[in-house]
């Protein structure tokens, strides 16, 4: 039977999973899915995400080969990974003005310190700062009320000498254009060369994120090298059954 066809208080369209479900569902960062969305024969209703739940179960019954998409585990993934190593004071910029996310995430990317392989720099910047935007056309980046993870679309393809992490802090919640209303003031941009970096950062901020205050102790910092200290934090033992 055609999709269309159903009516509209079918079981199948009623057993419809969001994003963040989904997410949980898999314990797959929400980007992780956003990248398999195809897999799971995801549609997009008034631009969310909508998953069935009988596709989502059937893909998870599917044998995967070795060259597919690796499940990525949150859990596991962001109990052992380190962000300091990758930020510094000189890339942390506290209460900006702007109030929308494109001027934001371009100022932040020309204000940065970046190891660019591309000249001339202003137009690698605005490369990097085009792969972005992309991403957030097609999918966006704001999983949290509070926090957004802007990055590139096709990391592997941007301008960039090594990984940097870029944290912005604005004065007043940003608008992202979000579906679900989220105008997040923390904006951490994930300025990666991999797909694999990108989501191993992710799982790590989902841990700081739900598990150590971190949204109050960045809004409350009163430097950059304050707030550069939060993320400076020793990586716990693996806690698979924490907080279950």
Known sequence: MVAGSKKEDSPDLKAMMTLSEVSNCLSLSAACVCRIAGELKAIRVAGRWRFRMSDVEQWLLKARPADELPIEPVEDLGS?????PHLEEANVFLDVPESEAPALIRNAIHRARLDLTESPERAARERIYA??????????????????FPHP????KCPLGSDRIVVVRSRQPVEFREVHGYRPRIVLL??????????????RLSHLLYRRAFVERVLSARSARELWEIFDLPVPEATASAGR
């Open 131 to 148: 792969s972005v935007m992309e991403w957030e056309a097609s999918c966006g980046s704001v999983f949290h009320p509070d926090v957004a």
């Open 80 to 84: 052992h990974v380190r962000l300091v």
């Open 153 to 156: 679309r096709e990391p592997e």
């Open 190 to 203: 994930l300025l990666v060369r991999t797909v694999s970096l990108q989501l191993h950062w992710e799982a």
